[in-house]
């Protein structure tokens, strides 16, 4: 494998991906915040749909058979998993990217979502022998988990993970608790680990649990760049999209409608209810993420433009301006990136009572924080927050400069400890 020069200055950053994309990816955008923060910073991913950037490094053909074979192991052993219980992921196989060019030379590691057969805690624990300081960030719960990336109402993460409702054997040592095992192994035996979160909740989570008990946590918010995501007229944005003719456009970003973190079902009888209570305006849903479905069509009462899955933040920033309440009814989220595009667009959005997402929105100001899983209450956000014609704000706490002079702080720190202290 030839070297992959490395230009001299700032220091050398690696961020570790499953995939990168062009549109919409958390990864993507700290590593440019990097690089426009004079860090010397690449991409290493085991899939990659950004074609012609040489710092944006993916693996081989023996790379992606690994995964392949991973994703049927697990199929595998999770086929009983009740699909209200959300993803449940397995560290079973990977691959070894120590000796990977872009690894080797770097000063820093940064572990992004790492899983599906791109790196197994194996692989992290062999990056983590080579005595760089690491960082995890926590872009779900499966860092401190058994294996699922949401626990909902289940705390035995904060103890230790076993008898999982994941799994119904009812037995206490299960797959969740030797996974939690392995974990908590792997953070004990090296000092070289630092653990980030970009929501203040999960952080708490994290030093309250029993896996990184004592390891240092911090909070991190992920950047966006306000020179794309930002303000336009919103008259333009409707005519672009033909929509100039509708009172309002409210939006719904939905991958996969029953996804048992989306809050489909919520959203469907808010916006029914909507129907009633806006009966003289003429309204419009904008569907991103999703291809035409006549389920979402028969459920919403007013009339829909699917965009499908967008691959460009161009047509991402369009869609929001265009939208007059952007609509998250997320029932297990850290601190989604559709909520930071939509407050740096303008638009104002509508989400549950749970995890990071209250920390986005300032109630009744660029948005509404309506009660958990209350259909009557989102509705009522909605109904707020276009007849009050909120505008959308992204919170001081999430501008790039301040992300990445906590960053900057982080990375000095982390070196001082681990190349000043040693580690053991």
Known sequence: MGEIGIEEGGRKVVHLQFGSSPSGNYTIRLHEAFLAYGYDSYVLSLYSEVVGDPRIVSLGAFGKNVRRLNQKIQDYLTRNKPKESGAFSLSLLGSDISNHPVVR?????????????????????????LGKPMVMILHDMWTITGGCSYSFDCDKFLTHCGNCPVFPEDKEVDTSYKQYEEKMEFYRSFRNLFFVSPSHWLADLAKRAEITKGKPVYRIPNPIDQNLFKP?????????????????????GANKVHSPYKGWTYLKDAVV????????????????????????????????????FIRDDYTTNLVYNASDVFLAPSLADNLPTTIIESLCCGTPVVGFETGGIPEMISHKSNGYIAAYRDADDFCKGIVYCLERKLVGKLLPEYQVDVIMDQHASLISYMEQEVYDNGQS
């Open 105 to 129: 030379q770097s000063d820093v590691i940064y572990v992004h979502w790492v899983l599906g057969g791109f790196l197994s805690v194996r692989n992290l624990k062999q990056l983590a022998s």
């Open 232 to 252: 336009f007229d919103k008259s333009v944005a409707k005519g672009i999209l033909g929509l100039a003719a509708y009172d309002y456009v409210i939006c719904f």
């Open 273 to 308: 209810k909507l129907k009633s209570e806006l009966p003289n305006k003429e309204i419009v849903m904008l569907v991103f993420g999703s291809a035409a479905s006549e389920e979402i069509s028969e459920a919403i009462p007013f009339p829909i433009k699917f965009m499908g």
